[in-house]
């Protein structure tokens, strides 16, 4: 999994506004919609529009620009990011998206190693950090919650936090690193 789709955001490169010639798996999933469907890059640039066309502030896409999507619902906000002459590729505009809905992922390996976490320790960090309870995580996982509990007992030992709302906050910094 790349750093941006850790993170939550998707990637678009368009070609003279009219082709996306490159988009990461974030950036199919939040124009694909809850099912993702949307596969192809002429789909994807349809969709895209179709986002675009939700925003009360519609400037023309810039070299780079950024789209923020809150609720699915809501109207996204689109800002463009001046960029110098010399970083800006002619005919090329970068779209980011950025769902504010999504949340940060550490790397798996980079959890274990940092704080010594089990496989165990490891996946129930990862389930909390994608916004699952202890009782999702006992169900996913087909054990008991006094085992969930146990576990996260030794997760909050390892990562010297002592309540849920800081280890997830922990997760979504430690998400920023490769």
Not at 17 to 31: C, D, V
Not at 129 to 150: K, Y
Request: aromatic share 4%.
């Amino acid at each position: 999994m790349s750093m941006l789709d850790r993170l939550g955001c998707g990637y678009l490169a368009i070609e003279d506004h009219r082709h996306i010639i490159e988009a990461n798996p974030t950036a199919r999933l939040i124009l694909g919609g809850e099912t993702g469907s949307v596969q192809s890059l002429t789909e994807l640039m349809g969709a895209l529009k179709r986002l675009i066309a939700r925003a009360p502030n519609r400037p023309a896409l810039g070299s780079m620009s950024w789209i923020v999507i809150g609720n699915k619902d809501d109207a996204p906000f689109i800002l463009n990011q001046a960029q110098p002459a010399d970083v800006v590729t002619p005919g090329i505009s970068v779209v980011m998206l950025v769902d504010l809905d999504a949340h940060l992922q550490p790397n798996r390996y980079m959890l274990q190693r940092m704080f010594g976490l089990t496989l165990a320790e490891t996946r129930i960090a990862l389930q909390l950090a994608r916004g699952d309870q202890p009782a999702d995580v006992a169900r996913s996982c087909n054990v008991s919650r006094t085992t969930i509990r146990s576990q996260l007992a030794s997760v909050f030992a390892k990562t010297s936090t002592r309540r849920q709302a800081e280890l997830v906050k922990l997760l979504a910094l430690l998400a920023l690193l490769p």
